[in-house]
Each structure stands twice: as structure tokens, then as C-alpha cells.
């Protein structure tokens, strides 16, 4: 199993970017996946997350109305549409899958991690 998140980059208060999450080794469609992200001096905090077939989906109040998470099954990609940016939003962003109890968005119950990409919302 293998994910690789992307996408990130500086963008000003109020823009938008798109993050994407390439996946691999497994069949995207049966697991969870989130988006988490973390903030300098900050704890691992999750962001947005689907379940199994996009059943059931989970945002954080934070990002509430203006992230939108989203999978490809085609191209074994998910992604995540943030708008509206703060300056609070900047974090290295994570894509994570999950092959049970992943629809609540636990950290804890995510078993499979790519790396890292650094959003940056300044003016």
C-alpha cells in the first residue's frame, strides 16, 4: 500500500489549492481515506475523510463549507479542494488510507500514510 500526497504550495489568504493523493497496491474504492494535516509545534489533526465507497464523509469544523474531499477510483487518486484559505490552514498536508473503521476519521485508525506536503497560506 502506497500513498503519495501533492499539490501544496504558497497561496494567499482567500486563494485555493488542490491537493492530490496517488495511491497504489491496493483497491482504492475498499478502504477510507483521509486527509490529516500538522502545524509547526502543532499534534497531527485530522482534516477531512470517506469511507469505503463514499458512503459517509467527515470534515472538521475548521474546514467545514470550504474543503471538499474526493476519490477517482479510475485513476486511483483522491483529492482534497480547499477554498477560502487562512492563514491557519497552513500544515503539512497527509493522505492516509484505512482498511476498517477508517469513516470517523481517526487518526488512530488509519494504518497506511504517504508523505507530506506543505501548504503555505500567507499574504
Known amino acids: 500500500v502506497q500513498l503519495q500526497a501533492s499539490g501544496g504550495g504558497l497561496v494567499q489568504p482567500g486563494g485555493f489549492l488542490r491537493l492530490s493523493c496517488a495511491t497504489s497496491g491496493f483497491t482504492l474504492d475498499e478502504y477510507a481515506i483521509g486527509w490529516f494535516r500538522q502545524a509547526p509545534g502543532k499534534e497531527r489533526e485530522r482534516v477531512a475523510c470517506?469511507?469505503?465507497?463514499?458512503?459517509?464523509?467527515y470534515y472538521a469544523d475548521s474546514v467545514k463549507g470550504r474543503f471538499t474531499i474526493s476519490r477517482d477510483n479510475a485513476k486511483n487518486t483522491v483529492y482534497l479542494q480547499m477554498n477560502s484559505l487562512k492563514l491557519e490552514d497552513t500544515a503539512v498536508y497527509f493522505c492516509?488510507?484505512?482498511?476498517?473503521?477508517?469513516?470517523?476519521?481517526?487518526?488512530?485508525?488509519?494504518?497506511?500514510w504517504g508523505r507530506g506536503t506543505l501548504v503555505t497560506v500567507s499574504s
Open positions: 470517506t469511507s469505503e465507497g463514499d458512503s459517509s464523509t
Open positions: 492516509a488510507a484505512a482498511d476498517y473503521g477508517g469513516s470517523g476519521c481517526s487518526i488512530l485508525a488509519y494504518d497506511y
